[in-house]
């Protein structure tokens, strides 16, 4: 079945620094993949997609580019900041026709000061 | 467009009694989903909705959970003979038809078993 690997966390960076977190997955034919974000009491907010191969996703400095050779689909930012200390959570959507998703475990990211 | 919400925020019940959660979709989405979260986990799949429909069904729906979405609009998950391991966060989500592929969350109920 579908599943999504995703970098163990927490991750704890300095503000300004540079964002990597990793997410594989595994599926057959061609997902969608996403990023979601849950701040501190708050729900799920889509963060950033995309639907094809090559196809690079942004939003708010982030940014992830759907790799099939790799079947990857790593979150970067250039320059972290305090307000981005979040969960991060990768997840993919099939293309067979059902209509869930699938999540990674999710990663805690704190940016300290 | 206020989001989609769910009612209780927070659950407290002992094992055995059944439980009821309410989510109010985004109006005019047709498209809703339950999901269970536990803690550390990322969120699985449950159950989906098209309309008043119930497309899909995980096999972690027990026979002791059902829902349902009588009106097409907002949703209701009951727990029969809650144990445990039913101790999570339930979340609903709620997506438009056109194809975006953007499913949208509520806050969440967390429920304790005690």
């Known amino acids: 079945g579908d599943s999504v690997t995703q970098m163990e966390g927490p991750v704890t960076l300095s503000e300004e620094a540079f964002l990597t977190i990793n997410c594989t997955y595994t599926?057959?034919?061609?997902?969608?993949l996403f990023w979601y974000v849950q701040y501190p009491g708050e729900g799920l907010q889509l963060l950033l997609k995309?639907?094809?191969?090559?196809d690079k996703g942004s939003n708010k400095g982030f940014e992830a580019t759907y790799r099939k050779e790799t079947t990857s689909f790593h979150l970067e930012k250039g320059s972290v900041q305090v307000s981005d200390s979040a969960v991060y959570f990768c997840?993919?959507?099939?293309?067979?026709?059902?209509?869930?998703?699938?999540f990674g475990t999710g990663t805690r990211l704190t940016i300290i000061p | 467009d206020t989001g989609v919400s769910q009612n209780p925020r927070h659950k407290i019940t002992k094992r055995g009694q059944n439980v009821t959660f309410r989510c109010d979709p985004i109006?005019?989405?047709?498209?809703l989903y339950w999901y269970r979260q536990t803690l550390g986990q990322g969120p699985e799949f449950l159950t989906y909705f098209q309309n008043e429909a119930q497309l899909e069904k995980s096999r972690l729906l027990s026979d002791r959970f059902s829902a349902e979405r009588p009106k097409g609009s907002f949703s209701t998950l009951e727990i029969q003979r809650t144990e445990q391991g039913d101790s999570a966060m339930y979340l609903c989500?709620?997506?438009?038809?056109?194809?975006?592929?953007?499913?949208?969350f509520g806050p969440g109920t967390r429920l304790t078993v005690t």
């Open positions: 997840a993919l959507k099939s293309n067979f026709g059902n209509e869930k998703l699938t």
């Open positions: 989500a709620s997506m438009d038809g056109t194809g975006s592929y953007e499913q949208y």
């Open positions: 995309a639907t094809k191969a090559d």
């Open positions: 109006s005019e989405h047709n498209r």
């Open positions: 599926a057959t034919g061609y997902p969608s």
